[in-house]
């Protein structure tokens, strides 16, 4: 079985650039949410989406959105990047959100230069 | 702002030695997670606790959720170098059972 998925893998942006990153959940998983890992740091909650609705925002900028498609896959968009969004975003699958823990994507390891 | 604090930050030790990791909050969560995390990759759920005082144990690795939900400790006996690598806590709250991650203990274990 596929686990979940996350593209690209890596990718270099300039400041002030736009990016998507991409998530499959794991089949039949509903839950989707968003996390940034700084280099050294735990990972920070982003965004949690279930069943297509925003069900969790952390304490991020209006610059960083998300959304959930009928395939339960996601995307996180961030705007006009900035050096301190260089981080490893990572998705995270559950089942109902949290019961018996998350499946981690490998991540997408973004540098803005 | 919920915080998790997780010690010790680094750890190398021999194999065969036995250590412990403490995981501590002023909040109380519904449930606590570990993960270990090697590089380049992305966090794997080791264990969930729910149940204040509940202790659950997998090969030599033992972790307790503390009595008010609020701390939690993996003490991981007889250590192998297969047993290198990040381990984050995180504790679930909201409706949206979101994750607050402690910063990480990073574990080497020599041969």
């Known amino acids: 079985d596929a686990g979940v998925t996350q593209s690209p893998t890596h990718l270099i942006k300039t400041r002030g650039q736009q990016v998507t990153l991409r998530c499959s959940p794991i089949s039949g998983h509903k839950s989707v949410s968003w996390y940034q890992q700084v280099l050294g740091q735990g990972p920070q909650f982003i965004f949690q989406y279930y069943e297509k609705e925003e069900r969790g925002r952390g304490n991020f900028p209006d610059r960083f959105s998300a959304r959930q498609f009928p395939n339960y896959s996601s995307e996180l968009n961030v705007n006009a990047l900035l050096l301190g969004d260089s981080a490893l975003y990572l998705c995270?699958?559950?089942?109902?959100?949290?019961?018996?823990?998350?499946?981690f994507g490998s991540g997408t390891r973004l540098t803005v230069v | 702002t919920q915080l998790l604090e997780q010690s010790p930050q680094f750890l190398s030790i021999q194999e065969g030695e036995n250590l412990t990791v403490y995981c501590n909050s002023s909040?109380?969560?519904?449930?606590l997670q570990w993960y270990r995390q090697e590089p380049g990759e992305g966090p794997v759920l080791l264990v969930t606790v729910v149940t204040g005082g509940e202790v659950k144990k997998l090969k030599r690795l033992t972790f307790q959720f503390g009595d008010a939900r609020k701390d939690s400790s993996l003490h991981i006996t007889a250590a192998q170098p297969g047993d290198t690598g990040l381990y984050l806590c995180?504790?679930?709250?909201?409706?949206?059972?979101?994750?607050?991650f402690g910063s990480g203990t990073q574990l080497t274990v020599l041969p």
């Open positions: 995270a699958s559950g089942v109902p959100p949290g019961a018996g823990g998350y499946t």
């Open positions: 909040s109380v969560f519904s449930s």
């Open positions: 995180a504790g679930a709250s909201g409706s949206a059972r979101q994750l607050t």
